[in-house]
């Protein structure tokens, strides 16, 4: 079965620092893997996906991630953090069948000026 | 297009009541989905439906019902409102398998 963890439930950076956020996955088959954001009150949104193309995915909002398959990791970096990021993230998994996404717990980033 | 919207944005029940929150999209996509946000645990998924007519179990279906008519609309039906089912509800779709998937912006319900 598939399924997702997601190291630290609450992460906080300095303005201007690096983010880093884990993601480890379980899966039958090949997975594909996705990064999504939620501000306050509001749904989730894409930030970026892998779909077995480049190992290095770049989304939206400067943030990428690399799926390093031996690690069966899918890791969220962004190089120098903005106020404006700080936000719940979610990574998800592929259900087997591909119709459906199984999410991890998620991750809340505070950033600090 | 107005995307997933989703009725109503707040709601209190009572113990026992039933209800109905709608989802509707306008993209033509085919899947939907139901999840329940409860906090520290992520989102969980109730059912899914890959087209009209076609309706299957998600992780936590259990007090939940679901219905496909038509491919814009996908209702979740609540019988017997219990505590355990306080939550934010998201309904979400896309179009084909590993699409990006697009979400509502949540129905929060309480059941006291």
């Known amino acids: 079965a598939q399924s997702v963890t997601q190291l630290g439930s609450h992460v906080s950076v300095s303005e201007g620092a690096l983010v880093l956020l884990r993601c480890n996955y379980s899966?039958?088959?090949?997975?594909?893997l996705f990064w999504y954001v939620q501000y306050p009150n509001q749904g989730l949104q894409l930030l970026l996906k892998?779909?077995?193309?480049?190992?290095l995915v770049k989304g939206i909002n400067g943030f990428e991630a690399e799926f390093k398959k031996s690690e069966t990791s899918f890791h969220l970096t962004k190089p120098s953090a903005h106020m404006s990021d700080a936000a719940e993230y979610f990574c998800a998994v592929s259900g087997e069948g591909y119709n459906k996404l199984i999410f991890g717990a998620g991750t809340r980033l505070a950033v600090h000026p | 297009n107005a995307g997933v919207t989703q009725t109503p944005k707040f709601r209190i029940l009572k113990i026992g009541q039933s209800m109905t929150l709608q989802c509707a999209q306008d993209m033509n996509h085919n899947y939907m989905y139901w999840y329940r946000q409860d906090p520290g645990m992520g989102l969980k998924l109730i059912y899914y439906s890959v087209g009209a007519g076609i309706t299957d179990k998600g992780e936590v279906p259990n007090g939940y019902n679901v219905s496909r008519s038509t491919t814009e609309d996908f209702p979740l039906r609540l019988e017997l409102a219990a505590p355990s089912q306080t939550s934010v509800y998201f309904c979400a779709s896309r179009y084909r398998t590993l699409d990006t998937q697009y979400f509502g912006p949540g129905t929060r319900l309480t059941v006291l």
């Open positions: 892998y779909t077995s193309a480049a190992t």
């Open positions: 899966s039958s088959v090949p997975p594909y």
